[in-house]
């Protein structure tokens, strides 16, 4: 399978903590991105991180890549219960083509 | 962003009828669209690459005769899941990207919830 891994599978936070999510993949990437999903709903683009970028920053999220262990961490910081999602990260596979998702961190971020 | 539309966002159906879902891309055309499939608390799994004015292409274990995509506008994918049975209960989304520009952000519709009874 092409699917990535994530870790955690789900994640139970206090708000402002801070959340990390972790993906790991297995081969060769044009760039990685991250994607939030609320509860039964589509999803929504969150990040976008080129291959020769190690780290890219958005609002409260950072994003880090490690080409050489092929993994990526999301970080979200000073969390809100608003994060309360799932978080996918996802690469371009077929040539570039079709977008392949991890397995997910379901994140709860509690009052 | 792009926006992407796909409705209905939930639809109930008895075992053995067919059932359409529809994906418009609002504000811009595209020649290519993704149906997913997602199973409770699981990740999306591609179903197939819808291809506008000719044939879909299916992932390995995706029923093409179950599933039959039709991309007839620049604008609109549909998906059909004919003769529904209850294991066709999922989350369906479609996505699209802006065309011409590869290995960018794609677009998700809102998704729909089949229910089959």
């Known amino acids: 399978s092409q699917q990535g891994e994530e870790d955690p599978q789900a994640l139970s936070i206090q708000e402002g903590e801070n959340a990390t999510m972790n993906c790991s993949y297995k081969t060769s990437i044009n760039n990685l991105q991250w994607y939030r999903q609320n509860s039964g709903r589509g999803l929504v683009h969150l990040i976008l991180?080129?291959?020769?970028?190690r780290e890219k920053h958005s609002g409260r999220l950072r994003v880090t890549l490690d080409t050489s262990k092929k993994s990526s961490s999301l970080l979200i910081t000073a969390s809100r219960a608003a994060d309360t999602a799932s978080y996918f990260c996802?690469?371009?596979?077929?040539?570039?083509?079709?977008?392949?998702f991890g397995t997910g961190t379901q994140l709860k971020v509690e009052l | 962003g792009a926006v992407v539309s796909q409705h209905p966002s939930w639809v109930i159906c008895k075992s053995g009828t067919s059932v359409k879902i529809e994906c418009r891309s609002l504000?811009?055309?595209?020649?290519?669209m993704f149906w997913y499939r997602q199973f409770p608390k699981q990740s999306l799994m591609l179903m197939a690459t819808s291809n506008e004015g000719s044939k879909a292409t299916y992932e390995q274990g995706v029923e093409k005769d179950k599933f039959l995509i039709n991309h007839a506008s620049l604008t609109l994918s549909t998906l059909t899941v004919t003769s529904a049975h209850p294991e066709d209960s999922s989350f369906y989304i479609c996505?699209?990207?802006?065309?011409?520009?590869?290995?960018?952000?794609?677009?998700f519709g809102q998704g729909t919830r089949l229910t089959v009874v």
């Open positions: 996802a690469r371009f596979t077929g040539g570039g083509n079709k977008l392949t």
């Open positions: 504000d811009f055309q595209a020649t290519t």
């Open positions: 996505s699209a990207r802006v065309p011409g520009q590869r290995n960018t952000e794609a677009f």
């Open positions: 991180i080129r291959s020769n970028e």
